[in-house]
């Protein structure tokens, strides 16, 4: 995703930029010190993901907000949390507290909408294991399993472990080819080769198709259920 940050601190700016190039996904584009210099990259470059500093000399990162009818995703950074109830108003994606760690940084990425992940093109996503982010690319995946804490993430050519949930892989995976079909199951809708009585069938695997997301299911796949 391309990155915009804005922060008048010399020191959290630093931090910020080594935080953004420890993230394979992310390319930072533009680094600036205030609101104003921000507003023409916004208008005439595409950027995907802003870091906005809130209390700046001039023009606050509120302001900023509200003067863009159109903006991508932001995550507020600052030392204050008077401001939380607003920005969220502005439907910010996450509030990061000055100051955070690199594991705090890194979740707040992983909740920028799909849709906005979508806009930049990339056929994967990275996620979160044990020792490292792995790069997952979309066509390898099969379906994903949960098992208590963990999914396992069945690809093509392995399987993977990874603490993040359901919900939050979710979020990151295009919907119109991923879909859940029970508590304990999200499947690629590509990689479907039969269904057989509410079972799916994913390379001689049969996963169970539940109640509960029965519908959502064959209404994905352009079918009544009968």
């Known amino acids: 995703m391309n990155c915009l940050l804005i922060e008048d601190e010399p020191l959290a700016m630093l ?7 420890r993230i394979p996904f992310l390319r930072l584009c533009h680094a600036v010190d205030n609101g104003v210099e921000a507003i023409p990259i916004l208008q005439q470059e595409s950027i995907d993901l802003v870091f906005l500093d809130v209390e700046m000399d001039g023009f606050s990162g509120i302001q900023l907000l509200e003067a863009l009818p159109k903006r991508p995703a932001v995550i507020l950074t ?4 008077q401001y939380a109830l607003k920005a969220f108003d502005l439907q910010v994606v996450d509030y990061l507290l000055k100051p955070y760690t690199f594991d705090r ?5 992983s909740r920028v909408p799909s849709s906005k992940q979508a806009e930049s093109l990339n056929p994967f996503l990275f996620v979160k294991t044990e020792y490292r982010l792995q790069k997952v690319a979309f066509e390898e995946i099969k379906y ?19 603490l ?3 919900g939050e892989l979710e979020q990151r995976l295009p919907q119109q080819q991923f879909c859940r079909i029970h508590k304990s199951y999200l499947v690629a809708l590509n990689k479907i080769e039969s269904v057989e009585r509410d079972r799916i069938r994913i390379c001689k695997t049969l996963l169970p198709l539940s109640e509960t997301y029965r519908h959502q ?10």
């Open 78 to 81: 600052t030392a204050y949390d």
């Open 105 to 109: 940084f890194l979740q707040a990425v």
């Open 144 to 162: 994903i399993e949960g098992m208590r804490d963990y999914r396992r993430i069945h690809l093509d050519q392995e399987t993977i472990m990874t």
């Open 15 to 21: 931090r910020l930029k080594e935080y953004i190039q």
């Open 164 to 166: 993040e949930t359901f």
């Open 217 to 226: 299911f064959y209404e994905r796949i352009g079918r009544n259920g009968k």
